[in-house]
């Protein structure tokens, strides 16, 4: 909820591999890209597997999996989060709650090492986040006070009104001959 906050929207890859995560930054709208997800029943057995071999000392390995549940860990605080990544068709849920799929990757990730392959998309979404920027305002302003379709029509009638009293109080001062 953050990200949208500050102008990054999310954006489902094309594939499911787990390298397949970007930042594209723009000039008025950023993009997360993340692969899909699947968050079921089996879930919780099989990633923690795959979190056990890559732990396992016997050959070299790049954590791939490790880093993803923590960067998915990251940007998954609340069961808001959760329905942001389902809304952007990145994180399917036939688990239950969202709050089941929070503390699912709560209880996963509270021993992991920090997700080092992800740290240059972490640095990215830093900067660009404390980098307040007009867009930067602009998307901040846009997410804050025109999030919902009523508020724009508020706005744009209090605008209306505002530029027909400024015209009545002009013709006022200044009567048409």
Not at 2 to 10: D, F, N, Q, R, V
Not at 141 to 165: D, E, H, K, R
Request: aromatic share 12%; with cysteine; hydrophobic share 40%.
């Amino acid at each position: 909820m953050e990200l949208k906050a500050a102008g990054i929207e999310l954006k489902s890859s094309k594939t499911c591999r787990v390298r397949d995560i970007s930042l594209s930054l723009g000039k008025f709208r950023s993009e997360l890209i993340l692969p899909q997800f699947t968050v079921d029943d089996t879930l919780a057995t099989f990633s923690l597997n795959l979190i056990a071999c890559e732990m396992c000392s016997d050959f070299e390995n790049d954590y791939g999996i490790c880093d993803y549940m923590s960067f998915m860990n990251s940007l998954i605080d609340t069961p808001d989060d959760v329905k942001a990544l389902r809304s952007a068709r990145i994180l399917l849920n036939t688990q239950g709650s969202d709050q089941d799929v929070v503390n699912f990757f709560t209880t996963v990730t509270s021993n992991l090492p920090s997700m080092g392959n992800y740290a240059y998309v972490m640095a990215l979404i830093e900067k660009h986040y404390t980098h307040k920027s007009l867009p930067t305002w602009i998307a901040i302003a846009y997410n804050t006070y025109f999030s919902n379709p009523w508020t724009i029509i508020a706005f744009l009638a209090a605008l209306f009104g505002l530029v027909l009293t400024f015209i009545q109080t002009w013709c006022t001062i200044h009567p048409p001959k």
